[in-house]
């Protein structure tokens, strides 16, 4: 298995059948022992190096590969090849989201009999990757903290369709009048199941709590 | 005229004839001397305080009101009315962007002939809203600091449909390894015309710089 970057174009089809498709692509998954992450966020709140300090910290004891969604560019998954882990570009040609017959095309780019866990990495958009099941066992969102802590209000439906937010860029706190306490509250009061954790991707601060979350996820899934 | 917002439901209906619509638009707003600004950027990155701002340093001058567009909430328009500006929120009921027709149903609800300045404050989105014509005279786009030098590779269009680009959140610098010359590099190479101005909307650091190229654009399309 080659670590370079595969360029995989796709094309806007709105699939009337997408939960189907995503519910057939989870079963598939099960049967091959591969968890799917679906990573969502605005543009530049950190899911690239959010992947990398996430895979490095689980690495030892799991095998990664990672899907990059992305407009027109390759910059992300080249930076995730680097790393020597298992990238595959999809293009997504202006598109705002990605689907499950995407990611499906995605997946079948990447060797899953030698994968315990895919991370997507979504095209950087609040608003329409909520809109869509990829087939993921869990979606996961970052907001970093120079974002501001009003988002629940404004884009209540990622918050409703997450399971975990990473609040990252914590080392920013001290320059911002964001308010961690408010955020939270207004999370919890669109899903009160979300599990909520503090990171800086930058430092490292905060990172494995999360990976340790992730890691018993992936065995209750996948077993080992 | 009262500042209260008034709340405008507007549902998705893809116009085949966008174009159309948004060029009459501006033509109808040429006749009523009303210049129409359209301000783009990913959430969190300082487009309404970037407005109040703006209106702060040229209010003396001009008269302004803004347009909302918020998928779920009034805070943003609440917050402008609470500065004395007339504000109309725009509920786009989770869509990704604004067209012609949803902005000229906005206008309706300003009384234009008293106003010189319309500021559009689109969905925060790097991707979707970039896509359509809302009629505007000139289209604005913010990046903001901590958000990275590279968007331009991954978001193409937005720094080409951009007149200007506002580099907000400048005081971020010192705390990232964001490289502003990199940066406008990636950005004039798309859009060799763009006009790049460095504010932070927080401290009013560059503002009047960049409201002094508004008010020259103003004067020059509506004359007075």
Redesign the interface.
């Given at each position: 298995m080659t670590n370079e970057v595969r360029l995989i174009e796709v094309k806007e089809e709105i699939h009337a059948d997408n939960d189907r498709v995503a519910r057939d692509l989870r079963a598939q998954l099960g049967e091959k022992h591969t968890f799917l992450l679906n990573l969502m966020s605005?543009?530049?709140?950190g899911k690239t190096q959010t992947i990398l300090r996430t895979i490095e910290e689980l690495r030892s004891g799991l095998h990664f590969g990672v899907l990059e969604a992305?407009?027109?560019?390759k910059?992300?998954a080249e930076r995730i090849a680097a790393h020597g882990i298992s990238a595959v570009q999809l293009r997504t040609g202006?598109l705002?989201h990605l689907d499950a017959s995407m990611v499906a095309k995605g997946l079948a780019a990447l060797d899953l009999d030698a994968l315990d866990v895919v991370i997507i990495e979504n095209?950087?958009?609040?608003?329409?990757p909520a809109?869509f099941d990829t087939g993921a066992n869990k979606n996961v969102m970052i907001l970093?903290?120079?974002?501001?802590d009003?988002?629940p209000?404004?884009?209540?439906?990622m918050f409703t369709v997450s399971d975990v937010l990473l609040v990252n860029?914590i080392?920013?706190l001290g320059?911002s009048d964001f308010d961690l306490g408010a955020l939270k509250q207004r999370a919890l009061r669109l899903n009160p199941r979300m599990q909520i954790f503090e990171i800086s991707a930058k430092t490292g601060e905060g990172v494995a709590a999360w990976a340790a979350w992730l890691q018993r996820e992936v065995r209750s899934a996948i077993g080992g």
């Open positions: 605005s543009p530049g709140a992305d407009i027109d560019s910059v992300d202006g705002c095209v950087g958009n609040l608003v329409c809109e970093s903290v120079p974002e501001g009003d988002k209000l404004k884009y209540p439906l860029k080392d920013y320059l």
